[in-house]
């Protein structure tokens, strides 16, 4: 429908200038959409290019010019912040298959990559001021722990963020995740099937709101098979061999007629099998154990370790996506205030139970 010889009046506003928003709902696509179209993106069809070409072309749409400066200052460069040590970095498979998959989908868009480990208050702070200088088009953090400020603090730079997991239920930042209740619950509902009855659990730092997930849903599990819950049965860990170590010693004094143990991921299992070991205690036959992640760990211990899989891979190349959309919509409007509005800001991805000898 042409709009000649009229005044034209969208949300209000008459004879304004067209935003990304009217173009979106004329051509009836998504916000990001749009902005993968304005920004050459392969990721859009056929069908919704031409439906966003007829809208910019009806509406007489121009990207402003602050979005232009910032987009012809663009670094095509993304960050991806592990606050975490070097040596748990390349020791834990969970970090290695992120970062194959951020850096996979960030090569198809012909991105760098900075890889950053943030471990201390000050190295936080250089981190801001680098940010703040415009070295990077957007940030990927991952390992987040509840109080901290990072993922604000990038938010108020106008820098577009995606975080690995989340710190709390109501997370402000936009994030990827996988369903971790799920992930304790389907543990608990395996092992209680195998007949085991008095199943104990190692949760990861309980100041990461994945730990706390992955014992709600422990507890849950419990609860829908009618078990009693018993907190002599919890012990706390820290994604660590060393920590499911130190948790299953804490756990066999406790409760040392125990006969199975979900820990909330496969390298504190890997830990937990060494103690039961040294106990005299034979996996599975006296004590099945189960945990989380599906890693290399899980496939190489002996016996192998049942485990639940979350696609880790999958979500290092969906938060990636998710960023790049995000820094699309920044190109197009001269404004980061605009994102986190595009097109599913927060996902959860579904986990899978894989049962082995372990259990």
């Known amino acids: 429908m042409s709009h000649e010889g009229s005044s034209r009046v969208v949300s209000g506003r008459q004879n304004g200038r067209p935003t990304l928003e009217e173009v979106a709902a004329l051509a009836g696509v998504g916000r990001g959409t749009v ?5 050459g993106s392969p990721r859009v069809s056929e069908q919704a290019k031409e439906a966003v070409a007829r809208a910019v072309a009806e509406l007489g749409y121009v990207p402003n010019q602050a979005a232009r400066a910032l987009a012809g200052s663009r670094t ?62 957007g940030v990927l953090l991952a390992s ?13 730079l ?36 195998r007949g085991r009855g008095r199943i104990a659990t190692i949760s990861g730092p309980l100041d990461m709101y994945v730990a706390r997930a992955r014992l709600g849903g422990y ?5 829908e098979a009618g078990i009693a819950p018993d907190e002599s049965l919890v012990a706390a860990g820290d994604f660590t061999e060393e920590g499911g170590r130190l948790a299953m010693r804490e756990l066999l004094e406790r409760a040392p ?10 390298v504190m299992a890997a830990g937990a099998r060494g103690v039961l070991r040294e106990a005299g205690r034979r996996v599975p036959e006296d004590v099945a154990l189960v945990g989380v992640d599906d890693s290399t760990v899980a496939r190489l211990m002996d016996p192998p370790l049942t485990s639940v899989r979350q696609p880790i891979e999958e979500m290092g190349r969906t938060m990636t ?30 986990t899978e139970l894989i049962v082995r000898d372990s259990s």
């Open 144 to 156: 987040v722990h509840g109080d901290d400020p990072l993922p604000d603090r990038i938010a108020e």
């Open 35 to 39: 902005s993968r179209v304005i920004n």
């Open 158 to 193: 106008g820098l577009p963020v995606v975080m690995n997991g989340r710190r709390s239920e109501a997370e402000p930042v936009d994030y990827v995740d996988s369903d971790n209740i799920g992930a304790g619950r389907a543990a608990v509902a395996h092992l209680v099937g």
């Open 76 to 137: 095509d460069a993304v960050a991806l912040v592990i606050p975490e040590t070097e040596a748990r970095l390349f020791s834990e498979p969970y970090f290695l298959d992120l970062i194959r998959g951020v850096s996979a989908e960030l090569a198809e868009a012909d991105k760098q990559l900075l890889l950053t480990l943030v471990r201390t208050e000050a190295e936080r702070q250089r981190f801001e001021h680098y940010l703040a200088a415009q070295r990077v088009d």
């Open 321 to 350: 996506r998710l960023l790049l959309e995000k820094i699309g919509e920044v190109a197009a409007t001269g404004s980061a205030t605009a994102c986190g509005k595009g097109e599913e800001p927060r996902r959860v991805l579904p």
């Open 219 to 223: 507890r849950a599990g419990l609860a």
């Open 257 to 266: 007629g125990l006969d199975a143990v979900f820990a909330a991921s496969d």
